[in-house]
Each structure stands twice: as C-alpha cells, then as structure tokens.
C-alpha cells in the first residue's frame, strides 16, 4: 500500500473545504465545506495508522473516531444556529450578518449598543 | 502497484471529484447529494485501509446523520429548488487560498513519503478499538460524552426563542426550529413552553 495516495486525496480534500468555505455565500454550504475539512483530517488521521508504528496501536482511528464525534456535535450546534439566523433575518447568506453590534430582537440582558436600524429594514 | 493501491487511487478520485462539486455546484440540494459521493468514497478508502470501524461510524454517522441534518436545514431554510446565482461570491482570493494550501500539504506529504510501500496493519475491527478506547482513550471519551451534552443544551437554547429573552422584548415569532415543521408565525412563546 503506498501511503502517499491517501494523503494526496486529503490534502487536495482539505484544500477544497478551504475554498469552500471562503467562496460560498451560504451558511450551510459552508458548513458542508468544513465537513470536506473535518473528513480530510480523518483520512490523515486513519492512514497515518497504517505508517506510524506508536506505541498504542489503532490511535489513528480512535481519534477519527472523536473527530466524527465532534463533527457530529458541531454539525447540530451549527445548523441550530443556522436556522435561528434565517428565523430572524429570511436569509441565510453570511456576507449579510452584521458583525459586532447586538440584533434587538435576540439581545440578552441590558441592550447595549445603539440598536440596529439597518439591520431592522433589512 | 497492487490492488490495495488501484482502489485508493480510485476511490480517492472519485472523493476529490464529488468534494470539488460539493464546492462547486450552484444546486443547494445537489451540494448535499454530492457530499454523500464523497463521504461514501472516504468511507471506502477506510476500508481499503483496514478501519472497519471507522468505515461503518462514517456510514452510520456522516452518510446517515449529518447529510440528512443539512437536507433538512436546506429545507428549512426554504432552498430555491433550481440553479441559484447568488451561492458564491466573487473573487481569486478563495480559490487562491483554497489551492495554495491543498496544493501545498500535497506537495509536503509528497516529499515525505515518496512512492513508498507500507504493509497494512491488523484490521481495526470493533474490538481492537474498543479495547484501545476503553483502556488507554477513556479520559478524552469521557470529556466528549460531556461535550455532546453541553452541543445538546446548547442547540436547545439556540432554537428555543423563550429562552434568555429579556423581560422588555416582543413575544416570540414562532419556533420553527423546535418540532422540525414550520410552525404559525404568530404563536406566542408560552405554548413552546412545555415542560
């Protein structure tokens, strides 16, 4: 088995969920791109099983294992937030999301800041 | 170039093309489709590498779960069904970033490895990981046992208006999230709340 196969495909794997996630106006595109990012690192992670001789064997997949697992729960966290994004905005390009300035409708405790009016139009 | 090394090559292709769609396509809902391919690719390079648990997780985890999560935010999100022109935006930068890093860690494994041969290792079958998990691995699945119940409750406060809500706002605008069907935009926020 030559090891360099895999590896070519993750890195090039990799490479797309960077692009992805830079070019795609869509939240959930986007989050499917890091899923591109968070399944190259697996195959990384299960073909340096095969080429690394440590001292626990099989540690290559236990830890694709708990990348899978954080993937899983990353996956749920960020559609929940994906979705109240649309519910509050009908949108859910992410070029939209005004950044550093508390929406009205979502603030928690004593507003502070000056609300959002362009935000509010839109 | 043996059997082992014309699957990989096979199925790695077959994962890169399907990842280069995923990121590519201007259909939402085909995004989604295209994933499974490469999902379904990666899981067969896991088998060709002898992790049988890790292949059947993926299929079980990723195939089965995480696609079907996004279908259904797809839909929620209400997707145009068609071709959409505003997915991307413009610019070489990503592109530019995106290839110079694949290209680059394929360049650097390359110089690392070379065309050379390993031999595959014992199969990790359940028991092996098992053993391996609950042996030498039991702190960190532990900690991730509490991580998935804190992406739970986190999740759960997300999608629940009435929670954190300050006293002074408007009522709720409707749960959409909580039951997965859209609901009455003019539901007040005490019915969601059931204990």
Redesign the interface.
Known sequence: ?????????A??????????V?????A??V???V??ML?AV??VL??A???VKAV????G??F???V??????????G??????L??LRAS??V?DVPLGEPV????????SGRPDVEGAVR | MTGADVLLLALGAVAVGAGALVVATRHLVRAGLWLVVCLGALAGDYLVLTAELVAWVQVLIYVGAVVVLLLFAVMLTRAPIGPSDDLDRPGWAAALVGAGSGLGLAVLLIDAFRWSRVDLPDAGTAERLGEQIFRSWVLPFEVLSVLLLAALVGAIVLSRPDIGRSKASSPADGDRTGGGAPVGAAQPADEGGRP
């Open positions: 088995m030559r090891p360099v196969i895999p590896y070519v495909t890195a090039l794997l990799f490479g797309l969920g960077v692009y992805g830079l070019r795609r106006r869509n959930v595109l989050l499917m791109a899923e591109l399944n697996n195959l299960v073909t099983d095969t080429t626990l064997p099989h540690s997949q236990v694709a294992l708990f899978i697992v954080l993937a899983a729960a990353e996956i749920g966290v559609l929940a937030i994906v979705l109240q649309y519910r859910v390009t070029d009205p409708a979502v603030a928690v405790g004593p507003a």
